[in-house]
């Protein structure tokens, strides 16, 4: 994709106006470029306690997902004479996981990827290796479908590998142009439902356990849903 990045410096120099930052006297402006064609714009938003601050490119993610998610594909942060301002570390992570390793992040000397900003990052793909002993890991979810973590409803079921009795799961979130069938992702098998369930939950708090008979169970987060009459237990 294309990047106008005077248009979208411009952007950023827009939100910088916009600031709130009567304590440091320093206003920030951030502008993304999404991997749809829309641009989101995000502002440092102060506190009089200081630590409760918010930095621009937290306004520009919570833009993002607000205005109906995707990845970013490249952003410019300026501070007050609009010129190029490096993200801070924490918003290096936030850049990282809602843009990715080849985001590119406007500098004074060019727009770098990513990976240049962040060297070594830890990502979703590191989720999981801590798991202690005798709990299921979740799967990763792939990075095309972190946009979508959170919605949609994984529906874990019975199914056959092999010719022995296995679980599985589904996760389904329809209307979306990409995912015509509305099934984002299919789950691999496994013995046990609480490993489905792990994975379900990764993804969404709306985990639904579907028995052979067809009868349904609730493995979610918070109380099931009225269609829902039973809580699954492992």
Do not use: K
Not at 19 to 32: D, E, H, Q
Not at 46 to 54: D, R
Not at 135 to 153: I, K, M, S
Not at 203 to 215: F, I, K, P
């Amino acid at each position: 994709m294309d990047v106008d990045w005077v248009a979208l410096r411009e952007a950023a120099v827009g939100a910088m106006h916009r600031a709130y930052a009567p304590y440091s006297r320093f206003p920030v402006g951030v502008a993304g470029l999404v991997d749809d064609g829309r641009v989101v714009v995000g502002c440092n938003v102060e506190n009089a306690s200081y630590g409760v601050g918010l930095c621009a490119e937290c306004g520009l993610v919570s833009a993002l997902h607000a205005s109906g998610g995707g990845r970013l594909v490249a952003v410019s942060c300026v501070d007050s004479a609009g010129a190029p301002l490096m993200p801070c570390g924490r918003c290096r992570q936030l850049l990282w996981e809602h843009g990715g390793p080849q985001c590119l992040v406007e500098t004074a000397t060019g727009p770098v990827p990513m990976t240049e900003l962040l060297p070594y990052a830890f990502g979703a793909d590191d989720l999981g290796r801590g798991t202690p002993s005798g709990e299921p890991a979740p799967d990763v979810v792939p990075n095309r479908l972190l946009e979508f973590v959170g919605h949609g409803a994984v529906f874990v079921h019975r199914d056959v590998a092999g010719g022995r009795p296995v679980w599985t799961a589904y996760w389904e979130r329809a209307s979306h142009a990409d995912e015509a069938s509305g099934i984002l992702q299919e789950a691999p098998t496994w013995a046990d439902a609480a490993e489905a369930v792990a994975w379900g939950r990764a993804r969404t708090s709306r985990v639904v356990v579907v028995e052979a008979d067809g009868t349904l169970s609730w493995a979610g987060v918070g109380d099931p849903p009225a269609e829902v009459a039973r809580v699954w237990r492992p």
